[in-house]
Each structure stands twice: as structure tokens, then as C-alpha cells.
């Protein structure tokens, strides 16, 4: 059985990633309408109204948005931690209580056959996280929102044969940005976004414990673009002594729409 994934939209106007296999069929947030999530998931050949749950991040807009909707209309539980619940009940509408699940950030629960871990991230929100998917022994992680590189959410990464990693913004372009200078300090804070060049470290050493898949992902409309993302992963490649697009696969995902459908097997591979 394979462990497949999609990122629908990734960056800072909305997110969602399919993630599934044959038994288990999961969206990671819906920060876009409930119309455009299910335009994309149908474009990658997934029914939304077979999905078995949304896992949840964290509670900003641009990562639950859809959420109550796409919960409602085809009666899909929610997982989210206690906090980001408290935080983000009043912004999604009624929800069944049936489909209000509370997750414990390190503690792991099943999904069909798939084996899910949140784990804890450093971002500004009530209690974020990211997670990890293993299928038949291999294993995928999506870890966004990060606002500084720690032990903390890397050893959960660590070992994982594809990661979609936030890329948020390139240093320079924030500073001479349209942002004013508060907000420059939030992205660039310990609980704010993940820079190219932390993201480009972090890939280098992902693919050292065996990564063969690197996903950049939430890259900042304003203070990035997916061409210096992409540099900026091959400059730290170079320097760990790896070799770039050999060594394993690097990827920008889409801002505005799917980014094809990935699979994690024994035989990595990517479809378009």
C-alpha cells in the first residue's frame, strides 16, 4: 500500500494538502472556500465526499477558512489540538460535536491504516503543530509555520522520506517589503515563518537521514518567489556536500492550486 499526498495550496492566502491511501483519505487544513478545495481535490481524482477527516494546524485564517463548511456538507470529523479548538470555534460556525476530535500533540492515532503523529510547532497561534504520516513503513511530514529551527519538531521529521517544508521568505525581500515594521518582526520572530535559508539547512540535513522527496512549501506572496526558494535549497546542498536533484527531489508547491499528486513507497516516484 502506498502513501499518497497533494499540496492544494500552499502559501500565505491558503492552505490545504491531501493526504491518503486506499483504506484512509485525509485533508491537513482548508484555508480556502469549501468550493476551491473541492475543485482541486476532484482535479487530483479525490472525492471529497470520501474523505475520512481534517486534520487541523493551527487556527489562522488562511488555514481554516473551508473548514466548518467542507465539515458540514459532507459530515467529516475535525482533528484538532485542545487550544487551536478554543481558538478557532467561534470562526468555523456549528459543528457537530460527534465530529470534534482533540488531539494530544506526540500522541499518535490512526487514520484507516495510516499512522498519524502531530507534533508540536513554533508558531504564534494557541497550540499549532505539524504532523507526520507513516504507511507500511514509510513515512511523510508536513511542517509549515515555523518560526525557528528546534530539536523540538525535528526529531518528529527526521527519517521521513518526504517532508513538505515551509520556505516562507527570503530576508532581504522582507526587509525592503510593503510590510511594516511590526509585522516584519512577527515573520522573522521565533514563532513566525521559516526563511529560505533555515529552510535550505534543514532540507540538506532531511536528506542526510534519507529524505527523497523535499516539498517548499508556503512561500510568502510578497516576500518570496518559488525561483530564490529553489536557489537557496541548492546553495545548502552544495555546501552539505549533496547533490542537488540527485541526492533527492526538490519541489516548489503551488500557491494557487494542486501541485500534482506525489506517492511515498518503496519506489518514490511523482506523477503530474
Same mark, same amino acid.
Given at each position: 500500500?502506498?502513501?499518497?499526498?497533494?499540496?492544494?495550496?500552499?502559501?500565505?492566502?491558503?492552505?490545504?494538502?491531501?493526504?491518503?491511501?486506499?483504506?484512509? *483519505?485525509?485533508?491537513?487544513?482548508?484555508?480556502?472556500?469549501?468550493?476551491?478545495?473541492?475543485?482541486?481535490?476532484?482535479?487530483?481524482?479525490?472525492?471529497?465526499? *470520501?474523505?475520512?477527516?481534517?486534520?487541523?494546524?493551527?487556527?489562522?485564517?488562511?488555514?481554516?477558512?473551508?473548514?466548518?463548511?467542507?465539515?458540514?456538507?459532507?459530515?467529516?470529523?475535525?482533528?484538532?489540538?485542545?487550544?487551536?479548538?478554543?481558538?478557532?470555534?467561534?470562526?468555523?460556525?456549528?459543528?457537530?460535536?460527534?465530529?470534534?476530535?482533540?488531539?494530544?500533540?506526540?500522541?499518535?492515532?490512526?487514520?484507516?491504516?495510516?499512522?498519524?503523529?502531530?507534533?508540536?510547532?513554533?508558531?504564534?497561534?494557541?497550540?499549532?503543530?505539524?504532523?507526520?504520516?507513516?504507511?507500511?513503513?514509510?513515512?511523510?511530514?508536513?511542517?509549515?509555520?515555523?518560526?525557528?529551527?528546534?530539536?523540538?519538531?525535528?526529531?518528529?521529521?527526521?527519517?521521513?522520506?518526504?517532508?513538505?517544508?515551509?520556505?516562507?521568505?527570503?530576508?532581504?525581500?522582507?526587509?525592503?517589503?510593503?510590510?511594516?515594521?511590526?509585522? *516584519?518582526?512577527?515573520?522573522?520572530?521565533?514563532?513566525?515563518?521559516?526563511?529560505?535559508?533555515?529552510?535550505?539547512?534543514?532540507?540538506?540535513?532531511?536528506?542526510?537521514?534519507?529524505?527523497?522527496?523535499?516539498?517548499?512549501?508556503?512561500?510568502?506572496?510578497?516576500?518570496?518567489?518559488?525561483?530564490?526558494?529553489?536557489?537557496?535549497?541548492?546553495?545548502?546542498?552544495?555546501?552539505?556536500?549533496?547533490?542537488?536533484?540527485?541526492?533527492?527531489?526538490?519541489?516548489?508547491?503551488?500557491?494557487?492550486?494542486?501541485?500534482?499528486?506525489?506517492?511515498?513507497?518503496?519506489?518514490?516516484?511523482?506523477?503530474?
Amino acid at each position: 500500500m502506498e502513501l499518497r499526498f497533494s499540496p492544494l495550496f500552499s502559501g500565505s492566502s491558503g492552505n490545504a494538502t491531501y493526504v491518503g491511501c486506499d483504506d484512509g *483519505q485525509i485533508l491537513v487544513d482548508a484555508g480556502l472556500s469549501g468550493t476551491r478545495i473541492t475543485q482541486e481535490l476532484q482535479r487530483v481524482g479525490v472525492n471529497p465526499g *470520501q474523505l475520512d477527516a481534517i486534520l487541523v494546524t493551527h487556527e489562522h485564517s488562511d488555514h481554516i477558512k473551508g473548514i466548518g463548511i467542507l465539515s458540514r456538507k459532507y459530515d467529516l470529523p475535525v482533528y484538532a489540538s485542545e487550544g487551536t479548538w478554543q481558538a478557532m470555534e467561534s470562526k468555523i460556525g456549528a459543528m457537530a460535536a460527534k465530529n470534534m476530535r482533540v488531539i494530544v500533540p506526540g500522541e499518535d492515532f490512526y487514520i484507516g491504516s495510516i499512522d498519524v503523529t502531530p507534533f508540536p510547532t513554533p508558531h504564534d497561534a494557541a497550540q499549532p503543530v505539524g504532523y507526520t504520516f507513516e504507511l507500511s513503513g514509510v513515512k511523510l511530514a508536513i511542517a509549515t509555520d515555523l518560526g525557528s529551527v528546534r530539536d523540538s519538531w525535528l526529531k518528529y521529521i527526521m527519517g521521513a522520506d518526504a517532508v513538505i517544508l515551509e520556505s516562507n521568505y527570503d530576508p532581504g525581500m522582507l526587509e525592503s517589503g510593503p510590510y511594516p515594521y511590526e509585522l *516584519q518582526r512577527r515573520i522573522r520572530g521565533k514563532h513566525g515563518h521559516l526563511s529560505n535559508d533555515d529552510a535550505g539547512e534543514v532540507a540538506a540535513e532531511l536528506v542526510r537521514a534519507g529524505a527523497k522527496q523535499i516539498i517548499l512549501g508556503h512561500l510568502s506572496k510578497e516576500n518570496n518567489y518559488p525561483e530564490l526558494a529553489m536557489q537557496c535549497c541548492s546553495l545548502a546542498f552544495r555546501e552539505a556536500g549533496l547533490a542537488f536533484q540527485e541526492d533527492a527531489r526538490v519541489f516548489v508547491a503551488s500557491r494557487d492550486g494542486n501541485s500534482g499528486m506525489f506517492s511515498v513507497s518503496a519506489e518514490l516516484r511523482w506523477e503530474r
